[in-house]
């Protein structure tokens, strides 16, 4: 009984990591990994092995600084300024609350452009600035599903097995 309880809230916490990909205010890759771990605390969990915890663990610590550091990064690499970087932060909050889930990727594209544009840069080409913003947003979302769906896949392998 409370082994069933564990694993279907690892479960969960696989899924609600899935959607933490999207979503940014629930950490995705963190919350599957919690949920993988959870699954070797049961009898099911033999199908996880003590390496592929520190293994899945590390890319999930590793993915999780990388979204925060990859828009930055890109904004930056594309031209854009300090303005362009704060810009796209606040306009993925706005986009994730006003706009649903398109919001979520159009909020950092035209936050790094107003951004650009109110900080008016000499130099900076603001539309390539969000264009960077938006390919560091996509690059961040593309590596925490990549993790969070092999934390899934390894989680639905082992209660199948």
């Given at each position: 009984m409370m082994s069933a309880a564990i694993i279907v809230a690892g479960a969960a916490l696989v899924l609600l990591g899935l959607v933490g990909c999207i979503v940014p205010v629930l950490p995705g890759p963190p919350l599957g990994w919690v949920g993988l771990l959870m699954l070797r605390a049961t009898p099911l969990g033999d199908?996880?092995?003590t390496d592929m915890l520190v293994g899945t663990g590390v890319m999930a610590a590793l993915v999780t600084v990388a979204d925060y550091v990859l828009p930055l990064w890109t904004t930056r690499r594309f031209g854009g300024s300090k303005w362009g970087v704060w810009g796209a932060t606040i306009g993925l909050l706005l986009g994730l609350f006003i706009f649903p889930p398109l919001g979520i990727i159009a909020g950092p594209f035209?936050?790094?452009l107003v951004g650009e544009l109110a900080g008016r840069a000499d130099g900076v080409n603001p539309w390539r600035s969000a264009l960077?913003?938006?390919?560091?947003?996509?690059?961040?979302?593309?590596?925490?599903?990549?993790v969070s769906g092999y934390i899934a896949y390894a989680f639905a392998q082992a209660v199948i097995n």
């Open positions: 199908g996880v092995s035209v936050g790094a960077g913003s938006f390919v560091g947003f996509l690059l961040g979302t593309g590596l925490k599903l990549a």
